[in-house]
């Protein structure tokens, strides 16, 4: 079964960081492309981040490029986000998902019905 586990949220104050990691559980990461998300309650789900499995093209939403970074290591089964220059409004449950391919469209990325989704993780940019 493809479980992405997700961890590393916290509470930080703005400008802090955070490193969110994605570890894979029962299944290979390397065949998959994983996508970051996140969701405030009442709101859209949005699509953060996105790294493809095949030559580790990266895709991010315009709201947090130049701050945020994905990267794989398929050694440990990971994937991690670097989280810098947070703002307040970074808060909000951030899951990952294995993903076919990125879905990603300029600075859009989707999550698909056929994703497999972790619990998530809370992350809280406040003083």
């Known amino acids: 079964q493809v479980q992405p586990v997700e961890s590393g949220g916290g509470l930080v104050q703005p400008g802090g960081s955070l490193r969110l990691s994605c570890a894979a559980s029962g299944f290979t990461l390397d065949y998959y492309a994983i996508g970051w998300f996140r969701q405030v309650p009442g709101k859209e789900r949005e699509g953060v981040s996105c790294?493809?499995?095949?030559?580790?093209?990266?895709y991010y939403a315009d709201s947090v490029k130049g701050r945020f970074t994905i990267s794989r290591d398929n050694a440990k089964n990971t994937v991690y986000l670097q989280m810098n220059s947070l703002k307040p409004e970074d808060t909000a449950v951030y899951y990952c998902?294995?993903?076919?391919?990125?879905?990603?469209?300029?600075?859009?990325?989707?999550?698909?019905?056929?994703?497999?989704w972790g619990q998530g993780t809370q992350v809280t940019v406040s003083s």
């Open positions: 998902a294995a993903q076919a391919q990125c879905y990603c469209s300029g600075y859009v990325c989707y999550d698909t019905p056929g994703d497999s």
């Open positions: 790294i493809s499995s095949s030559d580790g093209s990266t």
